[in-house]
């Protein structure tokens, strides 16, 4: 017990004061690293998603980084055999980017090349914008990539080997700006694009077979 001196005239000097227990705060007490929480009367499951989510009443947020897709080339991996990966960015105009938001791009018939140092994007289709009026964009013309000096000199070099090219992978929008995956690849024979059914019709049997035990659940 503590006592207070109170220095205002309608109190008595002196005057004993009791002063309340201090409750320990929620965040201490369910402390993840803690061995004793249900001992505390917490669930390890609620400090875990609490610490996850940055104590923000367990809501987390979305990734501003994570990859908002817009097409993706799905023959290129059933016919070719990925050799590199490089992530680049595209010079387009205002109309083609509210095309590309709306969800509109084909990447089926398209290549990259590369000349004279850099690299562009040959024959994808994104369709004209439905307000564009005079200033829309031709759908399949030729457009720049972006990427660093080394990397294209690298793919340069590599895409002359025979049986080696470039192709487009996926058109995405990362933190607001479209990003093109190109992909080093060579062509693949019979038997590898049978492997490559195998394993896909593996996959949806697999799938099929989750499905069916969540329903028996």
């Known amino acids: 017990m503590r006592v207070y001196q109170f220095r205002h005239p309608g109190w008595v000097q002196g005057r004993e004061v009791s002063e309340p227990a ?6 201490a007490a369910c402390n ?36 908002v897709m817009v097409a993706q080339n799905r ?13 680049a960015g595209l010079v ?6 509210k095309s590309l938001r709306a969800g509109r791009c084909s990447l089926a018939e398209s290549h990259v090349r590369a000349r004279s140092g850099e ?16 200033n829309n ?3 399949t013309r030729e457009r720049k990539l972006l990427a660093h000096r080394r990397e294209i000199d690298r793919l340069d070099r590599s895409s002359r080997e025979k049986g080696v090219t470039l192709i487009p992978l ?32 593996d996959r949806r049997e697999i799938d099929r077979a989750m499905k069916g035990r969540r329903r028996e659940g």
């Open 170 to 201: 996926d058109l995405y929008f990362r933190a607001g700006r479209a990003k093109l995956r190109v992909g080093l690849a060579r062509g693949k024979k019979l038997h590898d694009k049978r492997d490559t059914e195998r394993a896909r019709d």
């Open 32 to 67: 993840p690293g803690s061995t004793s929480l249900r001992a505390r009367g917490c669930d390890p499951s609620d400090a875990l998603a609490g610490r996850a989510s940055g104590q923000n009443g367990g809501v987390s947020r979305p990734d501003p980084d994570a990859p």
């Open 22 to 27: 201090r409750q320990p705060s929620t965040v």
């Open 119 to 134: 690299l562009f994007l040959v024959g994808a289709h994104i369709p004209e914008y439905s307000h564009g009026g005079s």
């Open 137 to 139: 964009h031709e759908p």
């Open 75 to 87: 023959r290129a991996r059933h016919e070719y055999l990925i050799l590199e990966e490089i992530e």
């Open 92 to 97: 387009l105009k205002g109309t083609e980017v």
